[in-house]
């Protein structure tokens, strides 16, 4: 491993969300091996080569200076190995990047993925909701009417949703999705892989009740449920749904729109259209 020369380009770098015991061999070998890491934030990421035992060559790129310092490093991936690491987790996600990775593939560099913790991922795999779907969000806006906007967008969304948040918004979040959403099933991971790790079920309004005078400490994860499916109607809604239908249109055409609008079957609601009809 200590011969292994890095060939130029740029390697885009997840680190531990908490335990350190989750970097992996080969991320660890891309970050010692690296020309540069650019990094968010040089005290969290001397942590991280603390428990490696080395330095790093770290350079800043945060949303600050990522403009100015973008340039330079896409210049350095023609002969240097330019290594991506944000604080925690995966980079570009909720995190800076996305940028700098547009640019080395524009300007033809080589770009490796060495992929690993993800604050998102870990909590759908705690959370015991549906993983076939899923819709992240990142983080909600802060201000309420905003929020409640960004909430209406996704709720029709047939998906679990994945969001991020911090303690002393959580439970002021919790009430906005239940009064956005309706009050679906979620849980509220948190500290996920650090010692106190924990994974709260329950649903939206109940969540929000329990955290409305107790904002929990460190990192969240929401996770909600998708919508449920609709209830089929009753014979009282579809007798209504008839009526209406029979002012403007023959029976059979009548069965038809209810049948295609409510999801019944169309043979059935013909018959009734005819007893209503008569
Ligand atoms: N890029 C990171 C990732 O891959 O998870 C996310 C960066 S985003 C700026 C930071 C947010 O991720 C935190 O505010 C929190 O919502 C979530 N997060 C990060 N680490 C976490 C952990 N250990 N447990 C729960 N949530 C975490």
Redesign the pocket.
Known sequence: MDDLVLAPGLYIV?TP??NLGDLSPRAAQILMKADVVAVEDSRVTAGLFRHLGTKGKMLPYHDHNADAVRPGLIARMTSEAVALV??????????PGFKLVRDARAAGHVVTTIPG????I??LTLAGLPTDRFFFLG?LPAKQQARAEAIAEVAAIRATLVL???GPRLAACLAALAEGLGDREAAV??????RF?ECVTGTLGELAERYADAPPR????VVVAPPGEAAPASEEEADIALREALTRLPPAKAAGEVAKRLGLDRKALYARAMLLKA
């Not at 944000?86 to 995190?95: F, K």
């Not at 460190?218 to 994860?221: L, N």
Request: glycine residues 8%; hydrophobic residues 40%; proline residues 6%.
């Open positions: 997840a969300i908490g944000s604080d925690a987790g995966t980079p570009l996600i909720s995190d913790p993800c604050a998102a870990a909590a983080f991020y948040e911090s991971a948190r500290e996920i892989t650090k790790e460190g990192e969240i994860v």
